[in-house]
C-alpha cells in the first residue's frame, strides 16, 4: 500500500530465510492467498499505480537534472509536467545554499523547519539510547527507617499528575511485609505512610500482588497474594481487594472474598490494569492457591486464573474469558499485561504456562470482547523478539505508542532459566520489536564494578513509568545468587530513553552548514575563515562528543592546503557549472535526511537504473 492507496499484484515470490531447525530443510507446504479480481475494484488501482510510477520516473529526472545543474531541462521538464520535485521549502533551501550560496538564509530556512515540527518523524525513526541514574545504590547507607529496605515480589505505582511512586509490601528474603511507601520524583524523598497497613485496616503482609492506580480519582487497588502451603488455612484461602483513597488515607476492604463475587479466587503472579475512563479493572492469569501444597511446587501443574473485569461504580464482576473453555487466549503466569487507553485494548504477552514459557502477544479489544493475535510466539529468533521469559516488567507510552519490555528470569531455547538484563522496545504502529539495551556480563566482579553505573540483572522486581516525563523507575528485586538465596535487592533507578533531540538536531544542521562555509572561505579569504572557524563554526561543535571535537580539530589543516589540488569532480560536469556546485549540492543532500519523506525529493537515483550487460 502507498499513500493508502492499494497495489495490483499477479505473482508473489516467496524466499525462506530460516528454518525451524538445524536438519530441517527448506519447503513450502501449503500457501492460500486471498485477494480481489473483480475488474472494477481492480482497474482503478492499475490506473492509480501507473500514474504514480510516470509521476515518479519524472520526479527521478528532476532530480538528476537539478543535481548536474542542467537547469534548461530541469525547468523545460517541470513546466510541462506540472510535476513538484519537494516541498517548496526544500526548494527554497536548495535555491539559497546551492545557487545563491547564503547560508544565513539556509540556517535560518533549517530554523523555521525545527519549529514546525518538520524534524518529528526523523526523531521518532531514530533507536533509543538507555541513560540509568542510580537514585540509591544497594545496601544504601540511608536507613531503612528512611526508605524502603531490601525486598522482591512487591508493588509500585505511579501517579503522574502528582509525580509520587507508591510501594506495597514485598518479600525480604525471610518474611512478606506490609510496609507502604510514597517517593515525590521532584524532591527525591520517600516517605513512610504506614509501616503496617494492616493496622490501619489495609492488606496484611505480602507478596506476589498486583496494584492498579486511578490518577483521577487518586485511589490505589490492590489484589492477590502469595501464601506457602505451610500457613494455608480455610480461612485465609480468600481472595481479599483492598482500596486505598490519597486523599483520605483510609485503606477500604472491597471484599474478603473476590469469588464470592463472581470474581477470581485468591491469586498471585497475575496482572491488574485499569481503564480510567471506564472506571474498570482488568484482572488476567496467575496461579489459583488452595489448601493443597502440591500447587507450591513449580514442577506440578498449577490452576490458572481466567480474565476478568470489575466495575468500580456498581462494584461487579464478570468473566470475560474462561481459562477452562475458551482457547482463544492462553492463561498464564508471570505475564505482561498492558491498558492502552486511546486504542481501548489490553496487550498480554510473554508469561509461562505450565511447563512452558511464552513469548506471544495478544491484543483483548474491551469494548468488542475480541481477541487478536498479533504474534502467536513461533518465532524463535531471539534477535527479533524477546526470548520466552518469566517475570518481565512492561510499560506503555500512549502518546508514541510503544511498549518496554524490561527482561527478567528468561527461558532461551535449549538452555535452563537464565537472568538477563535487557531492555525491548516495541513499536505497535509498526508491529517492530528492537532491542535498545542488553548486557550479558555475568560474575561479581563485574557488577560490583558497574552497580553506581547500571542496574544488576534481576527478577520479582518493580518498575513504572512516566509517560510525561519520559522516565522509567526500577526498585529491588531478587539478583538470583546461589550462593545467597535470601539476598534481595534495594537499588532504585532512573532509566532514560534518549533519542536526538531538535536543539541537538538543529546544532548539527548548523554544523555541517557552517563547516561548509569555512571550507569555501579557506580558498578565497584564508584570514576571514579562520576567524570564523574560532567563532562561528566553534560554537556549534558539541565537545562533549569526542568523535566531533576530533573532527573539529582537523578542520584549521585546510587553512594550509595547497591551493593547485582540486576536489573530487564528476566526469561528466558540465564546463559552466559552478566551482561550488557539486559540494553544495552534497551539502543539501545531507539536510534533507532530517525532513518527512513526503516533502523531499526521492531517495533513489536515475543513473542507478542503468545496468551492466
Known sequence: MIDENLIPCQFIKI????????????????????????????????RWYNRYREREVVRLCLKHF??????????????????????????????????????????QLIERAVEKGWFNAYVYQQ????????????????????????????????DVHSDTIYLLGGWDGSRDLADFWSFNTISKQWTCISRNTEQQSGPTARSCHKMCIDPIRRQIFTLGRYLDPSVRTAENLHGDFYLYDIES????????????????????DHQMAIDVDKQTIYVFGGRLLSGSHSDGDRNNEPVLSSLY?????????????????????????????????????????????????????QLYEVDTDRIKTINDGTCKDIARVPSAGFTQRATMDPDLNEIHVLTGLSKEREKSDSIQISLWIYKID?????????????????????????????????????????????????????????????DFWALELCRPTHESLLR????????????????????????????ELFSTVD??????????????????????????????????????????????????KYFPDDMTQPKGNIIDQISLH
Not at 521538464?77 to 550560496?101: A, C, D, F, M, Y
Not at 556480563?441 to 513504572?464: I, S
Not at 569532480?569 to 539536510?591: G, I, N, P
Open 309 to 361: 473485569s470489575y466495575h468500580i461504580p456498581t462494584n461487579t464482576w464478570k468473566m470475560l474469558r474462561n481459562e477452562k473453555r475458551d482457547t482463544d487466549l492462553k492463561s498464564r503466569v508471570g505475564h505482561s499485561m498492558l491498558f492502552h487507553p486511546k486504542q481501548r485494548c489490553l496487550y498480554i504477552f510473554a508469561g509461562q504456562r505450565c511447563k512452558e514459557y511464552l513469548n506471544d502477544l
Open 15 to 46: 524466499v525462506p530465510i530460516q528454518s525451524w531447525g538445524a536438519s530441517f530443510n527448506f519447503s513450502v507446504w501449503y500457501v492460500e492467498l486471498q485477494g480481489v479480481d473483480d475488474p472494477d475494484v481492480v482497474r482503478p488501482c492499475i
Open 127 to 158: 533507536d533509543y539510547k538507555t541513560q540509568w541514574t542510580p537514585i540509591s545504590g544497594i545496601g544504601s547507607s540511608c536507613s531503612t527507617e528512611d526508605r524502603p529496605g531490601m525486598r522482591g515480589g512487591h508493588q509500585m505505582c505511579i
Open 543 to 592: 565537545h562533549s562528543d569526542t568523535q566531533k571535537k576530533q573532527e573539529f580539530q582537523l578542520l584549521p589543516a585546510l587553512l594550509f592546503k595547497d591551493g593547485n589540488e582540486d576536489d573530487d569532480l564528476s566526469l561528466d560536469r558540465d564546463a559552466e557549472t559552478s566551482q561550488h556546485f557539486t559540494a553544495r549540492t552534497k551539502l543539501f543532500d545531507s539536510l534533507v
Open 66 to 107: 537539478r543535481q548536474h545543474n542542467y537547469t534548461e531541462a530541469y525547468e523545460a521538464l517541470q513546466k510541462r509536467t506540472k510535476i513538484s520535485l519537494e516541498h517548496p521549502v526544500l526548494t527554497e533551501l536548495h535555491t539559497q545554499l546551492v545557487v545563491n550560496g547564503d547560508f544565513d538564509s539556509g540556517e
Open 249 to 268: 488515607s483510609k485503606w477500604t476492604l472491597i471484599t474478603d472474598d473476590t469469588s464470592a463475587m463472581g470474581g477470581p479466587g485468591l491469586i498471585f
Open 508 to 535: 548539527e544542521c548548523r554544523y555541517l552548514i557552517r563547516k561548509h562555509c569555512f571550507e569555501e572561505m579557506t580558498k578565497t579569504r584564508p584570514v576571514a575563515a579562520l576567524k570564523y572557524l574560532q567563532t
Open 430 to 490: 509498526k508491529n517492530k520489536w528492537s532491542c535498545v539495551y542488553s548486557n550479558d556480563n555475568t560474575g561479581d566482579l563485574y557488577w560490583n564494578r558497574m552497580q553506581n553505573v547500571e542496574p544488576v540483572p534481576r527478577y520479582a522486581h518493580q518498575l513504572v513509568y512516566d509517560h510525561v516525563k519520559k522516565v522509567h523507575y526500577l526498585f529491588g528485586g531478587n539478583p538470583g545468587k546461589d550462593n545467597s538465596l535470601k539476598m534481595r535487592l534495594d
